[in-house]
Structure formats: C-alpha cells, structure tokens
C-alpha cells in the first residue's frame, strides 16, 4: 500500500528556514516525478514545487517561492525533501507531498512539468504537516 509521510513543519520566525521531509513507501518512489503542494487556511491547495526523476532531475517552482525553496530527492531514501529559506507569514500553510506517474521522465516535456496540472491527476498524497511562520 503506497504510503507518504511528511515531517519537519513546526512554527518558524519570518526569515527563518525550515527543511520538510517526505518519506515514501509501498511504490517505486524513483519511478515517479513529485511535487510539494500547499494549503493556507480558508484557501484552496497550491502547488508549490516539482521535481521529475533523478535520471532528469529538472525542477520546478511556483513564482512564490522561487529563489527561496529548494526541492530535492534521494531515491536510495525514498524520501523528498524541501528546504525553505527566508519564510514569510504568507508562506504559513499545510503542506503536503504528492506522487505523480504521469509527468515522470520524458514525459515531463510533453506537460511541462506538474505545474499546470490538476490536482487530481495526483497519484498518492501524504497527510500533510503544518508550517506556521509568525513573530
């Protein structure tokens, strides 16, 4: 049973950093491109960052954060990762890894990458850890 399991979040100052983790399990975690997606309070999910393949290994962000987060992975782990520096309160949400098959390897091209892509064409989600940004 595929699993994704995110840690790391907690209460930061603005200008702080924090790094998330998301620890996969029951799927071929090297075989799939992911994403990190967030979700404010009384908002909608947003996707954040993406990342294909390690054997692409292209990347991707949100104009939002661009220059500030950092999307990595290590397939030996199964695990994803994402390094948030120079937070804002804005930046204060759930935030959740997600699996995606259908942008993995070359078929990154043909989309351009997850970022334009419904939510729903998600292949597995992890529960989620809240990152709160505040004085």
């Known amino acids: 049973q595929a699993q994704l399991v995110e840690s790391g979040g907690g209460l930061v100052q603005p200008g702080g950093s924090l790094r998330l983790s998301c620890a996969a399990s029951g799927f071929t975690f090297s075989t799939y491109a992911m994403s990190w997606v967030r979700q404010a309070p009384g908002k909608g999910r947003e996707w954040v960052s993406g990342i294909n393949t390690a054997g692409d290994g292209r990347r991707s962000y949100a104009d939002s954060v661009q220059g500030r987060f950092t999307i990595s992975r290590d397939d030996a782990k199964n695990t994803l990762y994402l390094q948030m520096n120079s937070l804002k309160p804005e930046d204060t949400a759930v935030y959740y890894c997600?699996?995606?098959?259908?942008?993995?390897?070359?078929?990154?091209?043909?989309?351009?990458?997850?970022?334009?892509?419904?939510?729903?064409?998600?292949?597995?989600w992890g529960q989620g850890t809240q990152v709160t940004v505040s004085s």
């Open positions: 997600a699996a995606i098959r259908l942008v993995a390897g070359p078929q990154w091209d043909r989309f351009g990458g997850p970022r334009h892509l419904s939510l729903s064409e998600y292949d597995y």
